[in-house]
């Protein structure tokens, strides 16, 4: 009888999308804000270094960049930063300024002309003994009698490495000293003045706890400093103060299992649930300033909503009825702003990428035929919101090749049935290749980071550079991911190395039970937590033919001793004791390590250091396993500048191309 013939090779298909494609496409825009018929957003540069940007829309639609190279607005509080500007009407735009992290004014040019004035931005906030010792997030506006001035968190990294946290005012002029008004707690979000100027609202929480696991909403009356928490605690989480009125909060608590809006007032009476529904309308706090709903001016609130990807919807407060509005995206980024009825936000759809968009959501606010009640099932607007894209992150998408994203769902595995987890099903999003050979094409399963993170449809140029050659991707949320009620993120507490690898591992089996991927040519890719999953999926399942994992976590004891002090005390959630440390860490796990691994860091990680990644690529190299390890001089915890993104993809093409052959 004749040998039975071996798989096919793999050949990778011709694709329109190159390596350059995709790193150009790192124009990241984040946190728009709208006033009147301006708006702005911030804009990364990837060929400019990975700089971030402010630009202006004006009223006629004329894009201005108003902070030219070398201008750098990125603020480092946390180490994951957030919006780093805010807009002061009649004086310009104050901003943290990445190498120094002082806040800087950068006022308009006389006349009203768009762009800024010839004189640089200059700075605000005094000059720390040490580059960034003080830095500033999460900036607020307050107009006042005495002129406007500026609420926000300020971090303070001390000498001996002690670092603390306060809400401080600052003037927007550079006139006298920063004051600081709110102290105490290890962290602080979301400073929020009443409207009367009496009150500040704001989150805030404790070690070890994460902003999704408890923090409390409190309320500190400005005229003696009393202070006094309306909602939130150990189990509960708590985000997004805005006033209602004078006595009146809304904010987003997950007290229900899932975070949704509720009514608070500040004298302590029960606090009223906005819309009850088995939806998320926040996602996890890991950046500061974004806000996910927005007061319109007639007093109803813009909302997102939903489960995995967020829908946009009108939420009357005094009814409780959602509207949905009509508008052209399916999902949007957590980060609302209006004025009057006029709304900007970050919106994405199938064949199109993210793009700060404009809505008159009074043109859009319909009739709606539906309650939301308790199902999340939200009514739909009888009349489309004008809706209008501003800005892409991406100009030129080959939509040829672009693949349709598809939700898909799969039994979480029977060990992570815990009392949270019992009858879960693993959440993923699947990317199609290209004409998949028969007999299943080769497949990369990709896992998020955080670990307390969420990957949604957004369209990525990255998963449509594999997709377009023949690879297929699946995008798993696995237990522990947000996006889908406390009992799912709760699957991963104490259970870090646990369950995400058994939902990656089920995702690459649930791929070989549908007839879509090649049970050979399967790999896994992750960054920072989804690097650890990475490494610890290669040691305990032989399902995967190879794994890359970029900044990925290898070893606790010198991750806690080493990492930045918001994620610190993190690992006591997603682990537990240190005597579980080396049972659970990839270090551990190397010895059983035996496909080909390519790891990638950057050398300015302050997130996860770069001992992680050479610790665990030397373990497989005295054992004789294939692993490549890579390095980036300059780059921190993600990839930013153009020429480091182009590489490192080349290098991740190349791996599975040996790997799948």
């Given at each position: 009888m004749p040998p039975t013939p071996g798989p096919r090779p793999f050949s990778p298909r011709p694709s329109p999308i190159s390596t350059a494609d995709v790193a150009r496409a790192g124009l990241r825009l984040g946190f728009p804000s709208v006033l009147g018929a301006e708006?702005?957003?911030?804009?990364?540069?990837?060929?400019?270094?990975?700089?971030?940007?402010?630009?202006?829309?004006?009223?006629?639609?004329?894009?201005t960049d108003l902070l030219p190279a070398p201008w750098d607005a990125r603020t480092r509080v946390h180490e994951y930063g957030g919006r780093s500007y805010v807009v002061v009407p009649g004086h310009g735009i104050v901003f943290a300024h990445h190498p120094d992290q002082r806040l800087y004014l950068a006022r308009p040019r006389a006349g009203g002309e768009p762009g800024l004035g010839a004189e640089p931005p200059r700075p605000i906030t005094p000059e720390p003994g040490e580059p960034g010792a003080l830095r500033y997030a999460d900036l607020r506006v307050q107009d006042g009698a005495g002129g406007p001035r500026v609420w926000c968190v300020r971090e303070r990294h001390h000498q001996d490495a002690k670092v603390t946290r306060s809400i401080v005012i600052v003037d927007p002029t550079g006139a006298g000293e920063v004051a600081e008004v709110v102290t105490g707690s290890d962290f602080y979000a979301s400073p929020t003045p009443s409207p009367d100027g009496r009150h500040l609202a704001y989150v805030c929480w404790n070690h070890p706890h994460m902003p999704w696991t408890g923090t409390e909403l409190r309320v500190t009356r400005l005229s003696d400093g009393a202070t006094w928490t309306v909602m939130g605690g150990p189990a509960e989480s708590v985000l997004a103060p805005l006033w209602c009125d004078e006595r009146r909060l809304y904010a987003v608590s997950d007290r229900s299992g899932w975070w949704n809006l509720y009514r608070a007032d500040i004298s302590g009476s029960p606090c009223e649930?906005?819309?009850?529904?088995?939806?998320?309308?926040?996602?996890?706090?890991?950046?500061?300033?974004?806000?996910?709903?927005?007061v319109l001016g007639d007093g109803r609130l813009a909302v997102l909503h939903g489960r995995g990807d967020l829908r946009l919807g009108v939420l009357d407060p005094e009814t409780g009825r959602l509207t949905d509005l009509d508008v052209p995206f399916q999902?949007?980024?957590?980060?609302?702003?209006?004025?009057?009825?006029?709304?900007?936000?970050?919106?994405?759809?199938?064949?199109?990428?993210?793009?700060?968009?404009?809505?008159?959501a009074a043109d859009g606010s319909g009739d709606?035929?539906?309650?939301?009640?308790?199902?999340?099932?939200?009514?739909?607007?009888?009349?489309?919101?004008?809706?209008?894209?501003?800005?892409?992150?991406i100009d030129d998408v080959p939509a040829r090749v672009l693949p349709v994203p598809r939700v898909v769902e799969f039994e979480a595995a029977e060990s992570g049935a815990t009392e949270a987890g019992a009858g879960m099903r693993v959440h993923a999003y699947l990317y199609p290749p290209e004409q998949a050979d028969e007999g299943g094409a080769p497949y990369v399963v990709f896992v998020h980071g955080g670990p307390t993170g969420h990957a949604t449809s957004e369209l990525s140029l990255e998963k449509a550079f594999f997709t377009s050659r023949g690879i297929g991707v699946i995008d798993v949320n696995y237990g522990g991911s947000s996006g889908y009620g406390r009992a799912y993120r709760e699957r991963l507490r104490g259970r870090w190395g646990v369950t995400d690898v058994e939902d990656v591992v089920a995702a690459a089996k649930w791929l070989v039970a549908e007839g879509l991927a090649d049970p050979a040519r399967i790999a896994v890719r992750g960054a920072s937590a989804g690097g650890w999953t990475v490494m610890a999926a290669c040691?305990?399942?032989?399902?995967?033919?190879?794994?890359?994992?970029?900044?990925?976590?290898?070893?606790?004891?010198?991750?806690?001793?080493?990492?930045?002090?918001?994620?610190?005390?993190?690992?006591?959630?997603?682990?537990?004791?240190?005597?579980?440390?080396?049972?659970?860490?990839?270090?551990?796990?190397?010895?059983?390590?035996?496909?080909?691994?390519?790891?990638?860091?950057?050398?300015?990680?302050?997130?996860?250091?770069?001992?992680?990644s050479q610790a665990f690529a030397e373990r497989l190299m005295e054992r004789g396993v294939p692993c490549t390890f890579l390095t980036f001089e300059g780059e921190a915890h993600g990839f930013r500048r153009l020429e480091t993104k182009a590489a490192a993809l080349a290098a991740e093409l190349s791996f599975y191309l040996q790997i799948f052959r």
């Open positions: 708006t702005w957003w911030e804009e990364d540069r990837p060929a400019e270094g990975g700089r971030r940007t402010v630009v202006h829309r004006a009223a006629d639609g004329a894009l649930a906005l819309c009850p529904a088995e939806e998320e309308f926040a996602g996890p706090l890991w950046q500061l300033g974004g806000l996910p709903y927005a999902g949007w980024a957590p980060a609302l702003d209006a004025d009057g009825d006029v709304l900007v936000g970050l919106g994405y759809r199938a064949g199109a990428p993210r793009s700060v968009v404009r809505i008159d709606g035929s539906d309650d939301a009640g308790h199902d999340g099932d939200a009514g739909r607007a009888d009349r489309a919101g004008r809706a209008e894209e501003l800005r892409r992150e040691g305990a399942s032989d399902v995967f033919a190879g794994g890359v994992a970029v900044a990925g976590v290898s070893a606790l004891g010198p991750l806690v001793a080493a990492t930045h002090d918001f994620e610190s005390r993190y690992v006591e959630w997603l682990v537990g004791p240190e005597d579980r440390y080396g049972e659970r860490e990839p270090l551990a796990r190397a010895g059983q390590v035996n496909c080909p691994m390519l790891l990638m860091q950057g050398l300015a990680d302050p997130v996860v250091p770069p001992a992680q």
